[in-house]
């Protein structure tokens, strides 16, 4: 009779911790081919890479971190982990992806359509490359 207390434990935690760690895995976010081929038109220079670092943290910092590491102060409330900026996985995605990503948002990712203008989410993609480790 133990044995099968301590094996249906051990199933309910197995299931808790599956639980959870399927909640933290963000699902793919698929970004449509046209904007996937589109190209940065801004100019990755130090007036651009300033101007996206303040809006960065005016608009991203409290979820992302201010070194993009996903450490905002709000990132322990949310039910997703916001993405470490500075890995490979996020650093191989095309500044379009994130373009797309940054401006139309998903879920608790809010979209920035409206509030910031095209040319200053480009900035920002270009300070975020600057996260790369």
Same mark, same amino acid.
């Given at each position: 009779?133990?044995?099968?207390?301590?094996?249906?434990?051990?199933?309910?935690?197995?299931?808790?911790?599956?639980?959870?760690?399927?909640? $933290?895995?963000?699902?793919?976010?698929?970004?449509?081919?046209?904007?996937?081929?589109?190209?940065?038109?801004?100019?990755?220079?130090?007036?651009?890479?300033?101007?996206? /670092?303040?809006?960065?943290?005016? +608009?991203?910092?409290?979820?992302?971190? /201010?070194?993009?590491?996903?450490?905002?102060? /709000?990132?322990?409330?949310?039910?997703?982990?916001?993405?470490?900026?500075? /890995?490979?996985? +996020?650093?191989? $995605?095309?500044?379009? =992806?994130?373009? +797309?990503?940054?401006?139309?948002?998903?879920? =608790?990712?809010?979209?920035?359509?409206?509030?910031?203008?095209? =040319?200053?989410?480009?900035?920002?993609?270009?300070?975020?490359?600057?996260?790369?480790?």
């Amino acid at each position: 009779m133990k044995s099968i207390k301590l094996i249906l434990f051990t199933a309910l935690i197995v299931l808790a911790i599956n639980s959870v760690v399927n909640a $933290q895995k963000a699902k793919p976010w698929d970004v449509p081919a046209k904007f996937k081929a589109m190209k940065n038109p801004v100019k990755s220079d130090d007036a651009s890479i300033n101007t996206g /670092k303040t809006l960065y943290n005016k +608009y991203c910092a409290t979820c992302h971190g /201010k070194t993009g590491l996903g450490d905002g102060a /709000k990132a322990k409330g949310l039910d997703t982990f916001p993405g470490d900026f500075s /890995k490979g996985d +996020y650093q191989s $995605q095309t500044d379009a =992806e994130h373009f +797309y990503k940054t401006k139309f948002g998903r879920d =608790e990712m809010p979209k920035f359509d409206g509030k910031i203008d095209d =040319e200053s989410i480009w900035q920002v993609v270009n300070y975020m490359r600057t996260f790369k480790k």
